[in-house]
């Protein structure tokens, strides 16, 4: 088989695999949201098919890069990096923060943007886990998807890692994930309470 033949062998699979993944996420999809907002919105003003998703047009660099913060209490902004896909319509962003009296203290906070085709089926598949209801209890740690505030949430912590996370996705669009290091759980959940959501509809 010629390196040509090889090469288009490849791009078939992957675009049949693509093709697969979004039929699946559109039969998969729930009928009900699944992130209510305290906002006095309906839940059908929230709900977001994957079908609808996939027909968005994702944000762009400069959208996501305008929004994310470069300071929020005690943390600023160390490093940024940017994913732009537009031959697969996906867009996501990765800040990490610093605490600026203590470096060993950082927070990494990730936004996937669910617009397009191939960041629909990936969101489809976060909102079916933030679905189920589960809880892990161990002696250095925890883990449990619940609600809280309105909104479906996994979270975890471990304190012989020095590791708290928590994951949630905002306007039935953006999966949020929030990692702390050297923090407590409730020390990521403070910081993930001062983010302005505001630029991200």
């Given at each position: 088989m010629t390196e040509k033949?090889?090469?288009?062998?490849?791009?078939?699979?992957?675009?049949?695999?693509?093709i697969f993944l979004v039929i699946l996420?559109?039969?998969?999809?729930?009928?009900?949201?699944?992130?209510?907002e305290n906002n006095g919105k309906s839940l059908q003003d929230e709900e977001l098919s994957a079908k609808d998703l996939s027909l968005k047009i994702p944000f762009t660099r400069e959208e996501l890069k305008n929004w994310i913060p470069t300071a929020l209490g005690d943390f600023k902004i160390i490093k940024t990096?940017?994913?732009?896909?537009?031959?697969?319509?996906m867009s996501a962003i990765k800040a990490t923060y610093s605490?600026?009296?203590?470096?060993?203290?950082?927070?990494?906070?990730?936004?996937?943007?669910?617009?397009?085709?191939?960041?629909?089926?990936?969101?489809?598949g976060s909102i079916q886990k933030l679905?189920?209801?589960?809880?892990?209890?161990?002696?250095?740690?925890?883990?449990?998807?619940?609600?809280?505030?309105?909104r479906r949430v996994w979270?975890?912590?471990?304190?012989?890692?020095?590791?708290?996370?928590?994951?949630?996705?905002?306007?039935?669009?953006?999966?949020?994930?929030?990692?702390?290091?050297?923090?407590?759980n409730e020390d990521v959940w403070a910081f993930a309470e001062k983010l302005d959501f505001e630029g991200l509809k």
């Open positions: 033949t090889k090469s288009n062998s490849k791009q078939f699979w992957m675009c049949f695999l693509i996420g559109f039969s998969c999809q729930k009928k009900r949201s699944l992130i209510p990096v940017i994913g732009y896909n537009e031959s697969v319509d605490h600026q009296s203590d470096s060993t203290k950082q927070i990494v906070l990730e936004v996937l943007d669910g617009a397009g085709p191939v960041a629909s089926v990936l969101l489809s679905n189920l209801d589960f809880e892990e209890l161990k002696v250095n740690g925890f883990s449990r998807i619940h609600e809280r505030k309105g979270e975890a912590e471990y304190t012989n890692q020095g590791v708290a996370e928590l994951e949630f996705i905002h306007a039935g669009r953006f999966l949020v994930s929030v990692k702390g290091k050297h923090l407590r």
